[in-house]
């Protein structure tokens, strides 16, 4: 099964790699929408009890949840697309197992959130934010990132087999984006000020994987951060996994 | 003669109580070309994702190179070959790409992926585009390479979903060649759908006919034929030639058929072609044009189900 999965996975990522839009737009957008937000809001670092004199460093997270969500769309629309066009009876017509799929679709994601990640944290170097939690704090970012972009991705596929439909695929990426911005990603919650806003980024799961991965840049080793953004992310995996195997289950209804 | 495909009573409910296949039976035998011939909407590209394990039956049961499609699903899929009616690729892949993959997933090693990719490139004529991404290929193309990628894994039993469907006169017979070349020096067993009555004259030992999900006629073209037995004389009248004075000449002759030229008779016994002509000079009726239709498969659908194969469209 190991063979399967690499072709499936390779197959992925020359997908991702010829289709341009699928990799310029997560590595280019999320850093733009980036510069903008910093420079307006590089004035919250004023207020008492931010953490960090640099909204930039601050505001490093928000990257990598953003291409996260680039790259589940894309792989979730892939894998529709597949479903649309019976290439997935094609790969039912093999002996190739049906995990294998599941595992190669997202290891290519998977690649795409290793490559993302690596840019936004040389970007982020290069421009002058400091990774407080150093080069293991890299490593751990790393992991996170990854880890991120299979929980999301796990959503993604399971759009996908659901509906095999590109359209509804799409349609999850404002849907995630509510998400996005429902949370703490430009203020901590301590310092978001309307009530109803701070309980909706408490009670959104997105928060805690921003805060994760913004502890390793602005704090350093903020175990209880750590702790909840790993636990959601490998809960959300978990789940999203679950999910997507019993809905390929269905779909793949080959006997 | 050993048996590739052997179906009995095989069901295909859809939500809504849709019986697209309702109970049908039917024996390929090894290294026959079985054409299985209906219109859309028949149930023909249905019983293929059956045999080829795609969809499970609702009820009946079948055997593909002797094993059982709902238990033995895997075991199918390894003796079979199946280019199903969309040619699905993936066009930001190249061809070899696709052979690659492909012979990976059969778990073809390494190096008899290459030997393997190269000989089927060749074969189907793609050598020079090879490293092409399929989205620039043409439809003919796209059918070779699918044929190519359901013979990856040597397969004995071959399914072939309406293959030539929009292929043009030249890509059609190339493929006609292949498959008859597959049956000659290989002995793969095929099992061809299609709407085309030419190709199932053409390419098929046996012939099933489907029809809303039942098989109406089975056996050999000609035999099929001989079953129907009697051809047609069709007649076109000259200009000053009434039609009602050339269908009380025709009509002692047989059944008057329906004819978008003329008037038609299908021979029931009482006179040949020369008799007709006969008695066509003897009344002084004078005809624009007259033929002698031998009975078509078209001519075998009419027979059982009471309409024309070709121009029969439902959507499936």
Do not use: C
């Not at chain 1, 019976?86 to 190669?104: E, K, W």
């Amino acid at each position: 099964m190991i063979g399967q999965v690499l072709q499936l996975a390779r197959r992925s990522v020359i997908r991702t790699i010829r289709q341009p839009a699928n990799w310029i737009t997560p590595l280019i957008f999320p850093l733009a929408l980036m510069a903008v937000n910093t420079g307006g809001l590089h004035a919250a670092t004023s207020l008492p009890g931010f953490p960090t004199d640099s909204f930039l460093a601050f505001f490093i997270a928000f990257p990598f949840i953003q291409g996260a969500l680039f790259a589940t769309v894309n792989a979730g629309v892939d894998l529709a697309r597949d479903i649309q066009t019976g290439f997935l009876n094609r790969l039912a017509l093999t002996p190739m197992q049906s995990p294998a799929l599941l595992i190669g679709h997202l290891g290519g994601v998977i690649v795409m959130g290793f490559v993302q990640a690596a840019w936004y944290l040389a970007v982020a170097l290069v421009i002058g934010v400091r990774l407080e939690s150093g080069v293991a704090g890299a490593l751990v970012l790393f992991l996170l990132a990854v880890l991120i972009v299979l929980a999301f991705g796990s959503f993604g596929a399971l759009a996908a087999l659901r509906t095999g439909s590109t359209e509804a695929v799409h349609s999850l990426f404002p849907v995630f984006f509510v998400f996005l911005f429902i949370s703490s990603m430009n203020l901590p919650r301590n310092l978001i000020e309307t009530d109803w806003f701070r309980t909706a980024a408490s009670l959104n799961p997105v928060s805690y994987l921003i805060e994760a991965i913004r502890s390793l840049v602005i704090t350093g080793w903020n175990w209880e951060a750590l702790g909840l953004g790993f636990s959601i992310a490998i809960v959300m995996s978990i789940v999203g996994l679950t999910l997507s195997s019993l809905a390929l289950r269905t779909r793949m209804a080959r006997t | 003669m050993e048996t590739a495909i052997e179906v009995r009573g095989l069901v295909r409910e859809f939500k809504g109580g849709i019986r697209a296949v309702a109970g049908i039976d039917l024996d390929v035998a090894s290294g026959e070309i079985y054409g299985f011939l209906g219109p859309n909407g028949a149930g023909k590209s249905t019983t293929v994702h059956m045999l080829t394990t795609l969809l499970p039956p609702t009820a009946g049961s079948a055997r593909v190179g002797g094993y059982d499609i709902v238990r033995e699903g895997p075991a199918v899929r390894r003796t079979i070959g199946a280019a199903l009616q969309e040619a699905a690729l993936d066009p930001l892949l190249t061809g070899r790409e696709h052979l690659k993959l492909q012979l990976s997933l059969h778990g073809i090693r390494r190096d008899a992926r290459e030997t393997r990719t190269k000989e089927l490139l060749e074969r189907v004529g793609l050598r020079n585009a090879a490293d092409r991404k399929i989205g620039g290929y043409s439809g003919g193309m796209k059918r070779r390479l699918d044929l190519a990628l359901a013979l990856a894994h040597r397969p004995r039993i071959l399914f072939l979903d309406e293959p030539t469907t929009g292929l043009d006169p030249q890509s059609r017979s190339a493929l006609w060649d292949e498959v008859v070349r597959l049956k000659r020096d290989e002995g793969v067993t095929v099992f061809l759908t299609t709407q085309y009555l030419e190709e199932a004259d053409v390419l098929a030992d046996r012939v099933g006919i489907i029809d809303h999900g039942r098989i109406v006629a089975e056996g050999t073209t000609t035999a099929l034929k001989a079953e129907i037995g009697r051809p047609t004389v069709e007649a076109l009248p000259a200009e000053d030639t009434d039609a009602a004075e050339l269908e009380a000449a025709l009509a002692p002759f047989g059944e008057l058929q329906p004819s978008t030229k003329g008037v038609a008779v299908r021979l029931d016994g009482h006179g040949d072609l020369a008799d007709v002509v006969r008695a066509l000079d003897s009344g002084s009726i004078h005809v624009a044009d007259l033929h002698l239709h031998a009975p078509t498969l078209d001519d075998v659908f009419l027979a059982k189900t009471g309409r024309s194969l070709e121009g029969s469209e439902e959507p499936e």
